[in-house]
Nanobody, 123 residues
Framework: QVQLAESGGGSVQAGGSLRLSCVAS????????IAWFRQAPGKERDYVAS????????DYENNVKGRFTISRDHGKNTVFLQLAGLKPEDTAVYYC????????????????WGQGTQVTVSS
């Protein structure tokens, strides 16, 4: 079983930056793809970014491409999401999720989820 815990959220002004962390416990996630999703109030959970199990491929949703960066540290069992150039429309709860080997953009295909971390961007 994999447990995921997000941290690093907060409140920033537009144009600011944050670094989110997703720490895995219970077992190594070295053979798991990790994705970030976000959910704004009253909206569906949307895909943000992902990294495959070996880091060979990273992928970003178009609205965050060039502003967000996903990376992973196998030694620390941690995946990071660097947020830069934040906009008010980035306000949401951000979740990390894990699935075996290869990432997809479909939330239902991820077996393990964290509890989320709130990101609030003011204009």
């Amino acid at each position: 079983q994999v447990q995921l815990a997000e941290s690093g959220g907060g409140s920033v002004q537009a144009g600011g930056s944050l670094r989110l962390s997703c720490v895995a416990s219970g077992r190594s996630v070295s053979n798991y793809a990790i994705a970030w999703f976000r959910q704004a109030p009253g909206k569906e959970r949307d895909y943000v970014a992902s990294v495959d199990w070996n880091g060979s491929k990273v992928d970003y949703e178009n609205n965050v491409k060039g502003r967000f960066t996903i990376s992973r540290d196998h030694g620390k069992n941690t995946v990071f999401l660097q947020l830069a150039g934040l906009k008010p429309e980035d306000t949401a709860v951000y979740y990390c999720a894990a699935r075996s080997l290869w990432a997809t953009r479909i939330a239902a295909e991820y077996a393990f989820w964290g509890q989320g971390t709130q990101v609030t961007v003011s204009s």
